[in-house]
């Protein structure tokens, strides 16, 4: 049986202002926007090619806006991640070159903080799972 991750909850403070970041400067799909009450609207995002989606909570967790730490996606060329990211006003660190990838990291309006992989040579057939472990901002 296959369990697949399919949502992760983004504590953010202002609804529009993480879906514009996420969508206008960092590139997500805009997949859903359904407001369900005055108390909770559901914002779904996915980054492009991914099968997992974000969804922007201010009341879906107890998770403090700005808790999240580390979410990491896999990039085919951490040098164009970045440039994408810089060019749409999106601060983002210089690559990182470690053994096991090339890393880019960013927070949005929160302080939630994402980084960025670029897989080595060596995890081509892996599946996107290296044995090393990933460094963290």
């Known amino acids: 049986m296959d369990w697949k991750i399919e949502l992760i909850p983004v ?7 993480a879906k514009a970041f996420y969508v206008d400067q960092v590139g997500f799909h805009d997949d859903h926007d359904h407001t369900v009450s005055d108390e909770l609207r559901f914002v779904q995002l996915t980054p492009p090619g991914s099968a997992c989606s974000i969804v922007l909570d201010k009341t879906l967790t107890d998770m403090p806006a700005g808790s999240l730490r580390g979410l990491q996606i896999v990039v085919g060329s951490a040098d164009e991640a970045r440039r994408h990211l810089l060019a749409n006003g999106v601060d983002a660190s210089e690559v990182d070159d470690q053994p096991w990838g090339r890393f880019v990291f960013f927070a949005d309006p929160d302080g939630n903080t994402w980084s960025l992989q670029e897989l080595p040579e060596w995890s081509a ?3 996107g799972s290296g044995e090393n472990p990933t460094p963290l901002p």
Not at 11 to 17: A, F, G, K, L, Q
């Open 11 to 17: 504590p953010v403070t202002d609804i529009d202002r």
């Open 125 to 127: 057939g892996a599946g």
